[in-house]
């Protein structure tokens, strides 16, 4: 049963347009913040599937830009849309099922989400952390969004990944327009909102617009070679 649901979930998923999917067990969120783990959403939580989709690398070329904020929503999306099929399946096999939105809500006093899709991507196996902390993915580097969906499902999970992908690169350090990134793995995310905040000034964009993208752009992990 459930080696048979977890393929139905992942074949489901990709049908839809996922470019990746992982599972992980409520259990590995131990040291998640409390009122932002699985079972704060979902009480009886036990998995939590996570659904990558990567946007187009020519969407980057120019980031930021209106362009690159246009595919950034596309991405999330679509990622709500196959989200809330999941949960439409979950629940014809009987379980119960939440999804978790792609972008929103999110506490900018906090600066955290219900759910750290990008922790949970990474207990999920999807990729590991970069310098930039963001996930990246061997496939498609940090050029994905995700989305995920807490179910209690007891679901066949996927091993947590901790590649290093960076090395002794350092380019989205160097590039970081607004000096939010002042060291591997170290983020003043105050710094970070301020940059978007003022790119969706510079391109009068919406809230939901704002999106810097350079330290994306410049990543070389799962770029093709020219």
Not at 21 to 37: D, L, M, T
Not at 151 to 174: I, M, V, W, Y
Request: charged fraction near 25%.
């Amino acid at each position: 049963m459930r080696h048979s649901l977890t393929y139905k979930v992942k074949e489901l998923a990709s049908n839809l347009g996922a470019d990746m999917v992982g599972i992980a067990s409520q259990k590995s969120f131990s040291k998640a913040p409390h009122g932002h783990r699985p079972q704060d959403l979902l009480r009886d939580a036990k998995s939590v599937i996570v659904i990558a989709v990567s946007l187009p690398e020519s969407s980057f070329e120019s980031a930021p830009s209106r362009e690159y904020s246009a595919a950034y929503l596309a991405a999330n999306s679509e990622l709500n849309r196959i989200a809330f099929h999941i949960s439409k399946l979950l629940e014809k096999e009987g379980f119960r099922a939440i999804q978790i939105p792609a972008a929103m809500p999110y506490d900018y006093e906090t600066d955290m989400g219900d759910l750290s899709h990008r922790h949970a991507a990474n207990l999920a196996g999807l990729g590991s952390f970069g310098k930039s902390c963001l996930l990246l993915t061997e496939r498609f580097g940090p050029r994905v969004r995700l989305v995920s969906v807490a179910t209690n499902a007891e679901l066949s999970h996927d091993p947590r990944s901790d590649l290093d992908h960076c090395g002794s690169c350092t380019k989205c350090l160097d590039a970081c327009p607004s000096g939010a990134l002042s060291g591997p793995g170290i983020i003043d995310k105050k710094k970070c909102n301020e940059q978007h905040e003022k790119v969706g000034e510079e391109l009068g964009l919406s809230d939901e617009e704002q999106i810097c993208g350079v330290c994306i752009k410049v990543c070389p992990v799962g770029k093709p070679i020219d």
